[in-house]
């Protein structure tokens, strides 16, 4: 079956600083991956839609100077916290859409801001 | 606003017994339906997608989807210790569009 990973699993980082999750799909290309936050006892909520070589689109409410979105290749996104803020501790987690319009999460990546 | 309102729980069920699980969403323009399963501090995993009105079985899992009334419904049927878990429903227009999901229903199966 398909397998997205990401990239750190976990990541602890001081207010201020800046923190890049990567997002991959290890056997299949995805011309479209998502990215998903997830606080606390809520459901996921979408933040943008990446699509290989050109620029994210974003959820109304997320916004697109501190979320860096980058998917440069087929089979590689990255997601960068920009500085980050206690608030933006959450559990990040993409998904890979291959050609069949099939979604795949990666694994998530939980962050927390100190 | 797209919504997926799904009752939070928790549900509790027997060991055995046909867990039932509910949802409704907002969006008449939704096409694609699916149910994941979460356990805690982990990502959603697919167990059903359904895209046509009526009932999808998969194993020991039934989805069932009704356009008109803007519900869908998942049945576990033979329900295991296992099966306990949050429970997300999630909808899409189809294609390349992300998913809307609901808050999601914890289940618990009581041996």
């Known amino acids: 079956g398909a397998v997205v990973s990401q990239h750190p699993s976990w990541v602890i980082c001081k207010s201020g600083t800046s923190v890049k999750i990567e997002c991959r799909s290890l056997?299949?290309?995805?011309?479209?991956m998502f990215w998903y936050r997830q606080f606390p006892k809520q459901s996921l909520m979408l933040m943008a839609t990446?699509?290989?070589?050109?620029?994210?689109?974003?959820e109304q409410g997320v916004e697109k100077d501190k979320f860096l979105i980058n998917h440069a290749s087929l089979t590689l996104s990255t997601l960068t916290v920009t500085s980050a803020h206690p608030e933006d501790s959450s559990f990040y987690i993409c998904?890979?859409?291959?050609?069949?319009?099939?979604?795949?999460f990666g694994p998530g990546t939980r962050l927390t801001v100190t | 606003q797209k919504e997926v309102e799904q009752n939070s729980g928790p549900l509790s069920v027997p060991e055995g017994a046909i867990a039932s699980l509910n949802c409704t969403y907002s969006?008449?323009?939704?096409?694609?339906f699916f149910w994941y399963r979460q356990y805690s501090g982990k990502s959603p995993e697919l167990i059903m997608f359904?895209?046509?009105?009526g009932d999808k079985e998969d194993g020991r899992f039934t989805a069932q989807l009704n356009k008109a009334s803007q519900y869908v419904s998942l049945l576990i049927r033979d329900s295991q210790p296992s099966d306990s878990a949050t429970y997300l429903c999630?909808?899409?227009?189809?294609?390349?569009?992300?998913?809307?999901f609901g808050k999601g229903t914890h289940l618990i199966i009581q041996p």
């Open positions: 969006d008449r323009g939704s096409q694609s």
């Open positions: 990446s699509n290989e070589g050109s620029k994210a689109t974003y």
């Open positions: 998904s890979a859409q291959d050609s069949s319009y099939e979604q795949y």
């Open positions: 056997d299949f290309q995805a011309t479209t």
């Open positions: 999630a909808v899409n227009k189809g294609g390349a569009d992300g998913l809307t």
């Open positions: 359904i895209y046509s009105n």
